[in-house]
């Protein structure tokens, strides 16, 4: 059984940065993509960031340039770097394990059912 677990969510300011991390257990960690998904109260989970194996990455465009996703594989955990942080970031952040090692095709990462595992997930508040 494969357990993802989340933890690094807490309170910021906006402007400040914050790193969550997923660590995962269960299955050989090196061969998946990895996928981080957010959902604010009263709006549905929606794509953040994700990395392939071999660590190429795609990200949604409103974190593009402030947020970055990495992994470490010996660690079997995946990380989300977030900068310049907005009050319209607060949700609760949840990585995801993919299917599959590399996806291709535009929107690929961000399609939810492409994803066969999801952690519990951690609160992520930014003050304005």
């Known amino acids: 059984q494969v357990q993802l677990v989340e933890s690094g969510g807490g309170l910021v300011q906006a402007g400040g940065s914050l790193r969550v991390s997923c660590e995962a257990s269960?299955?050989?960690?090196?061969?998946?993509?990895m996928g981080w998904f957010r959902q604010a109260p009263g709006k549905e989970r929606e794509f953040v960031a994700a990395?392939?194996?071999?660590?190429?990455?795609d990200y949604a465009d409103s974190v593009k340039g402030r947020f970055t996703i990495s992994r470490d594989n010996a660690k079997n955990t995946v990380y989300l770097q977030m900068n310049s942080l907005k009050p319209e970031d607060t949700a609760v952040y949840y990585c995801?394990?993919?299917?599959?090692?590399?996806?291709?095709?535009?929107?690929?990462?961000?399609?939810?059912?492409?994803?066969?595992?999801w952690g519990q997930g951690t609160q992520v508040t930014v003050s304005s």
């Open positions: 269960g299955r050989t960690f090196s061969n998946y993509a």
């Open positions: 990395i392939s194996r071999n660590a190429g990455t």
């Open positions: 995801a394990l993919h299917k599959l090692g590399y996806c291709s095709g535009y929107g690929c990462y961000a399609a939810q059912t492409r994803y066969a595992y």
